[in-house]
């Protein structure tokens, strides 16, 4: 049953357009809103995507080519890999890529207000590299973050996408102040993924907090957490 | 487990998804196995997209790099390691028609292809390949031409349905609609071939 409101959409009609990347910009995304709200497009996008997913084995196979080989092997031997990825790209930036359709669909259950406070733990252990893990309640999704020296990455996964007119906004917050702007802000791709590098130094810090601010940040937190995750 | 300084013949035992979890960490000699199980489906499907071998070899490229720089993104629960990696090909072949003021045809052979043809399939693995590629193409084929022609221009030649419908002078829900029922029919066929959910 389809659960729809604002405009009225052919419900169906887009959704072998959307898996093949044939709608426009424009419509992709307010395609990917209507996903939001109705389950039968959900189904649809995400019964066909898998039909697209094929698609490339129909291709005439051949050998990958010696020479691209060894091009490159050489070029990710001189390139090494980057962990520090930037935040996931806005939707409206691409068109629909079919390999993300699942994750779309299945991640588009909820928009919600989010924020996400990971304790750290201060002192000579915050430079070591560790994993902490936040238990999220209040939206879908769960997030990392990724402690190497000082610096830190959150990597989010599945993550509700923020309110229109919003993005996410970090913050850093000092043992026994309020927090401080971290200066990342950022949205989640399709599947709800995002993979955020904070440039500060997390020497000193308690908490790492992640509010949905009105596009373009705000200068102190204008929502309150949600969602808390602490060092075990 | 698998800890480095293991050989080749052992990383080529490993799944895809345990692979990626030592290009996560860097390790060169993993990611070369991962091309060479993927390499050819990889600029095989480039080849199709782009027509052109040195431009197909180019998109791979572009591919692989980006997928080494980024393996940390790479998350098991959101599909196989090949849709990833064909996801991600597809992605910078759309991006390369964009950057080039004309497009190839869809169709376009030269002759350097006979010598990206393998001799000989050598592995379990290769044969499976090639009869899945063989039964996808089949149900592609048995297609009424008008509905596998728009899925072929939207896929493998990135055009969006407003562009088709211009192309072949026809109304957008008519394009809309011929690739809904082209899906639907592929589904049906694949899925009694197991290749589809």
């Known amino acids: 049953m389809s659960e729809r409101h604002g405009p009225v959409h052919d419900c169906g009609g887009d959704a072998a357009a959307y898996v093949l990347g044939a709608l426009e910009p424009a419509e992709a995304e307010a395609f990917r809103g209507h ?92 430079t070591l590299s560790r994993v902490i893990r936040a238990s999220v309640s209040g939206v879908s999704g769960s997030v990392q973050l990724r402690i190497s020296a000082e610096h830190g990455e959150l990597v989010a996964r599945h993550l509700s996408a923020p309110p229109p007119g919003h993005v996410y906004e970090v913050w850093l917050k000092p043992a026994g102040s309020g927090p401080r702007p971290a200066s990342v802000l950022f949205t989640v791709n399709r599947d709800g993924f995002a993979d955020v590098s904070i440039p500060a130094s997390l020497r000193g810090i308690t908490a790492v907090m992640v509010t949905p601010e009105p596009a373009g940040g705000s200068p102190v937190p204008t929502h309150a957490p949600v969602i808390v995750a602490s060092v075990a | 487990m698998f800890r480095p300084g293991h050989n080749r013949h052992d990383l080529r035992e490993l ?73 991600t090909v597809h992605n910078r072949a759309i991006d390369s028609f964009r950057r080039e003021s004309a497009r190839h045809g869809q169709d376009v052979h030269d002759e350097r292809l006979a010598e990206l043809v393998p001799a000989a399939t050598t592995t379990e693995a290769e044969v499976q390949q090639r009869d899945d590629a063989h039964r996808v193409r089949t149900a592609l084929a048995q297609l009424p031409p008008d509905q596998r022609r728009v899925i072929e221009l939207a896929y493998f030649g990135g055009f969006t349905h407003t562009q088709i419908s211009e192309m072949l002078e026809l109304p957008a829900g008519t394009v809309k609609g011929r690739m809904r029922l082209g899906l639907a029919k592929l589904r049906g066929s694949l899925s009694a071939g197991g290749l589809t959910p």
């Open chain 1, 35 to 126: 996903l939001l709200e109705c389950v039968v497009c959900r189904d649809e996008v995400e019964t066909l995507a898998g039909v697209v997913q094929a698609l490339p084995m129909s291709a005439p196979q051949h050998a990958a080519p010696r020479r691209l080989r060894r091009r490159l092997l050489r070029a990710i031997r001189e390139q090494p890999p980057s962990r520090a990825a930037t935040a996931g790209r806005p939707a409206s930036r691409r068109r629909l890529r079919p390999a993300t359709l699942l994750g779309a669909a299945a991640g588009a259950a909820a928009a919600v207000a989010a924020a996400v406070l990971i304790a750290l733990g201060g002192g000579p252990g915050a």
């Open chain 2, 15 to 87: 799944a895809d998804e345990d692979l990626m979890e030592l290009v996560r960490e860097g390790d060169a000699r993993a990611f070369e196995v991962v091309f060479d199980r993927h390499g050819g489906v990889a600029f095989s499907l480039a080849y199709r997209m782009c027509g052109s071998s040195a431009r197909a070899e180019d998109v791979v490229q572009d591919a692989f790099v980006s997928l080494w720089r980024s393996g940390a993104r790479y998350d098991r629960a959101r599909g196989s390691v090949r849709s990833w990696i064909l996801s």
